[in-house]
């Protein structure tokens, strides 16, 4: 079982920059392509980003390509979120996730089995 808890969450000001931390423990994390996930009110959970096992590799939704930058540390079971330039349509929770398999990768979120708590991020504009 991996466990995850998001932190870096809160209120920016539109153009802003903000940096998520998800400390993962349990499991082998190097092991489980990671990612983030957001949540606004009254819409559904989308995809925002995902990373390798290994961090050879990442991939990012359109609305936020050129803006956001996922990556991780091995060595510290940590995946992060560089969110820059935020907008007021990227206020959410944020949630990072774990695959539920090993060494695989993909960005379809019923294929993650672990996921953190959530963290609010909150643009205004």
């Known amino acids: 079982q991996v466990q995850l808890v998001e932190s870096g969450g809160g209120l920016v000001q539109a153009g802003g920059s903000l940096r998520l931390s998800c400390a993962a423990s349990?499991?082998?994390?190097?092991?489980?392509?990671m990612g983030w996930f957001r949540q606004a009110p009254g819409k559904e959970r989308e995809f925002v980003a995902a990373?390798?096992?290994?961090?050879?590799?990442?991939y990012y939704a359109d609305s936020v390509k050129g803006r956001f930058i996922i990556s991780r540390d091995n060595a510290k079971n940590t995946v992060y979120l560089q969110m820059n330039g935020l907008r007021p349509e990227d206020t959410a929770v944020y949630y990072c996730a774990a695959d539920r398999d090993q060494e695989r990768f993909t960005i379809a979120a019923r294929e993650y089995g672990f996921w953190g708590q959530g963290t609010q991020v909150t643009v205004s504009s």
């Open positions: 349990g499991g082998t994390f190097s092991s489980h392509s």
């Open positions: 990373i390798t096992w290994s961090g050879s590799s990442t």
